[in-house]
């Protein structure tokens, strides 16, 4: 199993990725939580690789919203909205540092080096 690491940032915020094992928020399970106010992602540590990619392209997609100003999230949306774009991402060799041997979404800002 893959462990994330690293940040990713959306807009002009840096997330950062935690692996929790047993993520819940009071008293309910969760396999991603977002904290927009601490620049939190967490992603639960137990679960497989394809899930902690879906799981952080979900989390990922809230923090686009809500970084243009969008509240109201449908979660079923985010959801297909996760699947379907990591099915895209993946197919075409876009963002390849998301996926060797788990997920790594440490890397290159903006304006350094890098493909
Ligand atoms: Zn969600």
Do not use: W
Request: overall charge negative; some cysteine; aromatic content about 4%.
């Amino acid at each position: 199993m893959g462990t994330l690491v690293g940040e990713v940032k959306v807009g002009p915020i840096i997330y950062r990725i935690e692996e929790v094992p047993n993520l819940n928020s009071d008293g309910a399970m969760f396999s991603g939580l977002i904290h927009y106010q601490d620049g939190l992602i967490e992603i639960e540590a137990g679960l497989g690789d394809q899930a902690k990619e879906v799981t952080l392209l979900h989390e990922v997609i809230h923090a686009v919203l809500d970084d243009r100003g969008v509240k109201e999230h449908d979660e079923d949306l985010i959801e297909i909205l996760a699947r379907g774009l990591l099915g895209v991402l993946k197919d075409n060799g876009i963002c390849k540092r998301f996926y060797p041997g788990g997920m790594n979404v440490d890397g290159e800002r903006d304006g350094e080096e890098g493909d």
